[in-house]
């Protein structure tokens, strides 16, 4: 803390003489051969760029020619007639599961797994990106950051380049994107713009803000673009008025093989970015957001090893809640109050279902036997784990001998045949 303060004692003097009374332009000005960047613009985007490679020496975004040949089809398809534009900006998936997107003062955006994983077709995920790419070409993001009155904002990045940066920090990484209400209407409409411009269905972004609202991961996630500044309620308002004074792509028009191809895309690169987030959440304890994610797959007419793959992953969070009461009573309590103190009646509640949980998570793992998924062998030991601890000895032994059956070569082999045979003798 004594370092924080330090660094703002340094830093709040350089950013309150940052209000300049130049105007920033769109970014499109910032690439004309006269165009000449000030100090405070300057040292901003170098410190988003610094930002940018320590996002990539951690490993903190992806790096699969697949998504980036993904990403650039998606960003050619918005910026067709924007050449300049197009080669300027830059996009990025991170592995945070959070449901977000944001932009550096630099141009580069970011989209999170979490989203991803929320967002079904490539239509509404273009939206998104088409909305994030509003935000570049306005440049908000240096605007809300060399404002003067954002002068903790520009001492923050700094703080994350000082103190370095790793998953938990690109949420704090998002509050650079905490416009105001004019620039989120203002990127909402040149948004809806790009989108019909390339051939999209111009109320996909009004889809995109419709699922999020929905979204219990979003309730009270203060720094995501999705938030309440303005509501979804008035965002869906304005956007409804403005696609009423535009010609809708017709639903029933063929899309053009350009867009099948990209759906088919995205489609490949968000399956195992599914898995990545589902497990980030197990691993983080977040059993009911991973439960929602769970069952809004259901709803995308899953393939019967989808649907298998969805049941596993149901008996991992509904014994996790079996296993941890209290923890899944805290995560219960931030959906439905956006309180981080456990809710009593919440943990009653929970508490009192435990054997639910158990028999559920029982069932869940028997209906990931039904395809040849790779995670169905690993069921099979953990219904062992569920039956013992209901006191099914039989049924445990039953269980745990078909994993090493199925397993042969499975490394924890010997604690399995100790649990047996101490069940066996019991």
């Not at 534009?85 to 830059?90: E, N, Y």
Request: overall charge negative; some cysteine.
């Amino acid at each position: 803390m004594r370092h924080l303060t330090l660094l703002l004692f340094f830093l709040l003097p350089l950013f309150s003489g940052c209000t300049s009374t130049r105007s920033i332009g769109d970014l499109e000005d910032t690439l004309q051969e006269d165009y000449k960047a000030y100090d405070e613009e300057l040292w901003v985007i170098d410190k988003s760029n610094e930002l940018h490679a320590e996002l990539q020496s951690k490993g903190l975004l992806y790096a699969d020619e697949r998504y980036d040949k993904y990403i650039n089809n998606v960003k050619t398809s918005l910026l067709s007639n924007k050449p300049l534009l197009a080669d300027t900006i830059q996009i990025y998936f991170t592995r945070a599961a959070e449901v977000n997107a944001f932009a550096l003062p630099n141009g580069n955006i970011y989209i999170n797994s979490g989203l991803i994983a929320a967002i079904p077709t490539n239509e509404e995920l273009a939206s998104i990106i088409a909305h994030e790419i509003a935000h570049v070409h306005k440049r908000h993001s240096l605007k809300q950051v060399i404002s003067q009155k954002n002068t903790l904002i520009g001492a923050h990045v700094a703080d994350l380049m000082l103190f370095g940066i790793g998953l938990p920090y690109l949420g704090a990484m998002a509050s650079i994107t905490s416009f105001s209400r004019e620039q989120e209407t203002q990127a909402d409409t040149y948004s809806l713009e790009l989108i019909d411009d390339s051939g999209y269905r111009v109320d996909s972004l009004m889809s995109a803000f419709k699922r999020m609202k929905d979204n219990p991961a979003l309730k009270h996630v203060k720094h995501s673009v999705y938030s309440t500044h303005p509501s979804y309620d008035t965002r869906i308002e304005a956007l409804s008025e403005e696609i009423a004074n535009r010609k809708k792509t017709d639903p029933d028009v063929i899309v053009n093989q350009e867009f099948h191809n990209l759906d088919q895309q995205y489609r490949a690169i968000r399956e195992p970015i599914i898995i990545d987030v589902i497990e980030s959440q197990l691993r983080e304890r977040h059993f009911f957001l991973a439960l929602y994610l769970l069952a809004s797959l259901k709803a995308e007419n899953p393939s019967d090893e989808e649907k298998a793959l969805i049941s596993y992953y149901e008996g991992e969070a509904y014994r996790g809640i079996y296993q941890h009461p209290e923890t899944a009573a805290k995560e219960k309590t931030w959906i439905d109050t956006g309180k981080t103190r456990v809710n009593q009646d919440i943990l009653r509640t929970i508490n009192q279902d435990r054997h639910i949980y158990l028999t559920s998570a029982l069932d869940s793992y028997k209906l990931s036997r039904s395809s040849p998924i790779k995670q169905s062998v690993k069921a099979l030991k953990k219904i062992g784990e569920l039956f013992e601890k209901k006191g099914q000895a039989n049924d445990a032994i039953e269980y745990y001998k078909s994993y090493l059956d199925a397993a042969p070569e499975a490394l924890d082999r010997i604690q399995v045949q100790i649990k047996i045979s101490r069940l066996e003798n019991h």
